[in-house]
Nanobody, 121 residues
Framework: QVQLVESGGGLVQPGGSHQLSCVASGNFFSVHIMGWYRQAPGKQRELVADINSGGLANYAHSMKDRFTITRDVPKDTVVLQMNSLKPEDTAVYYC???????????????WGRGTKVTVSS
């Protein structure tokens, strides 16, 4: 199994920056994709950004110019740098990973418990 633990949630002022981190642990062969989703109150969960093991990143269009995702593959860690934060970025941010438990197994999705980011003055 794969455990994802997020850190870095908190209160941020509009226009500010903040960083979220997530580390994957457990018994698995490899992690193919790591990323972040978010869910605002009353809304569906949406992709923020993800990145594969080759470093290719994918962003939601509305966040592409403000957020940056990076990954340390050997450490199974992913970081989301968020700049120019807006009140509408307030949400619970969930770490996501697609991992292979063994060399032969298909990748499967795993989720962290989420960390709340509140953008407010």
């Amino acid at each position: 199994q794969v455990q994802l633990v997020e850190s870095g949630g908190g209160l941020v002022q509009p226009g500010g920056s903040h960083q979220l981190s997530c580390v994957a642990s457990g018994n698995f062969f490899s992690v193919h994709i790591m990323g972040w989703y978010r869910q605002a109150p009353g809304k569906q969960r949406e992709l923020v950004a993800d990145i594969n093991s080759g470093g290719l990143a994918n962003y939601a269009h509305s966040m592409k110019d403000r957020f940056t995702i990076t990954r340390d593959v050997p450490k199974d860690t992913v970081v989301l740098q968020m700049n120019s934060l807006k009140p509408e970025d307030t949400a619970v941010y969930y770490c996501y990973a697609e991992a292979h438990l063994t060399y032969y197994s298909r990748s499967a999705p795993y989720w962290g418990r989420g960390t709340k980011v509140t953008v407010s003055s």
